[in-house]
C-alpha cells in the first residue's frame, strides 16, 4: 500500500502523546483486520448502521465537502471475544463512491480494511489521533449504539484512502479492552 500526504486534521494530532497502554494499536500501520483476527480467533464484523446522511464538521473539512453535502457513512462494531474492541466509523462522498469503490456500499459484514489493504494502489495518509470529548459526535455515537457500556475514555485514529481521486475516511475508536491480552 502506497502512502499519501495529507494537510494536518484540526483537533485531530500528528502524535500520540503519553503513555498509553493503547499506543501499539492507535500507530499500528498495517491492517487493523488482520491485527484483530490474530488476537481474536473469533472476530467479527456487526454493521451498526449505514446510509447517506451528513458527515461531522471535522470529517467535512477533510473531505472538501460542503456543509450540507450527505455522505455514505458506514458505522461497524469490530468484535472480539464476543466484545467489542473497535468502534469504526467510515465517511465517502457520493461523488467518491464510483470505480472501484462502488462496492463499498454493499460489503456488510466484510472487514473494510480487508478490501483496502488487497489492492495496492489504494493510498493512505498519515494517521491522525484524538481523545474523544464526550462532547465529540464519534463518542456520543459510540454510546448510543452501546448504552450499556460503561463511561471510560476513548482514543481514535483516523487516516484518509485514496484510490486514484476517489476519498475514503476510515476513523476507529479504541476501547480500552483492546490492549488487554484475550482472555482476561
Not at 483486520?33 to 473539512?61: C, H, I, M
Not at 464526550?134 to 476513548?154: D, G, N
Request: hydrophobic content about 40%; proline content about 7%.
Amino acid at each position: 500500500m502506497h502512502r499519501m500526504h495529507d494537510r494536518q486534521d484540526y483537533g485531530w494530532q500528528a502524535h500520540v502523546v503519553g503513555r498509553l497502554p493503547l499506543r501499539p494499536w492507535l500507530q499500528e500501520r498495517g491492517s487493523l483486520t488482520a491485527r484483530l483476527k490474530r488476537q481474536y480467533p473469533d472476530f467479527s464484523v456487526k454493521v451498526l448502521s449505514q446510509g447517506w446522511r451528513k458527515p461531522n464538521v471535522d470529517e467535512q473539512a477533510v473531505l472538501r465537502l460542503p456543509a450540507a453535502t450527505h455522505a455514505w457513512v458506514r458505522e461497524v462494531m469490530l468484535m472480539g471475544q464476543g466484545q467489542p474492541q473497535v468502534f469504526a466509523h467510515s465517511v465517502i462522498a457520493r461523488k467518491d463512491l464510483r470505480g472501484a469503490w462502488c462496492q463499498l456500499r454493499h460489503i456488510g459484514r466484510v472487514p473494510l480494511g480487508a478490501a483496502l489493504f488487497a489492492n495496492a494502489s489504494v493510498q493512505r495518509g498519515r494517521l491522525h489521533y484524538r481523545k474523544l470529548s464526550s462532547a465529540h459526535p464519534l463518542y456520543k455515537a459510540f454510546y448510543r449504539h452501546f448504552p450499556e457500556q460503561t463511561r471510560q475514555v476513548l482514543w481514535a485514529r483516523r487516516s484518509l484512502f485514496c484510490l486514484r481521486h476517489y476519498r475514503l475516511l476510515v476513523t476507529e475508536v479504541f476501547l480500552p479492552s483492546c490492549a488487554q491480552p484475550p482472555g482476561r
